[in-house]
């Protein structure tokens, strides 16, 4: 019973690591649309992110 414990714990940590490692993909110029839109950035700022995002 223990051990089966010991690997459930394991295998829910191991899934949790996995998915907190993933990185969302996304055109640079539409995840500085998405900022302009929540944050009010002027067009000179969502450039300024945008670059950011390219590098």
């Known amino acids: 019973m223990r ?3 010991f690997l459930a714990a394991l295998l829910i940590g191991l ?3 996995s ?3 993933t990185v969302k993909t996304g ?3 539409e ?3 998405e900022l ?3 944050l009010s950035l ?3 700022q969502c450039e300024k ?3 950011i995002y390219q590098e």
Request: hydrophobic share 40%; aromatic share 8%; proline share 4%.
């Open 27 to 29: 055109a640079p110029k």
């Open 3 to 5: 051990k089966l414990f």
């Open 36 to 38: 302009q839109k929540k």
């Open 19 to 21: 998915f907190a490692q």
């Open 49 to 51: 992110v945008s670059a």
């Open 15 to 17: 899934t949790s690591a």
């Open 42 to 44: 002027s067009d000179k």
């Open 31 to 33: 995840k500085a649309m």
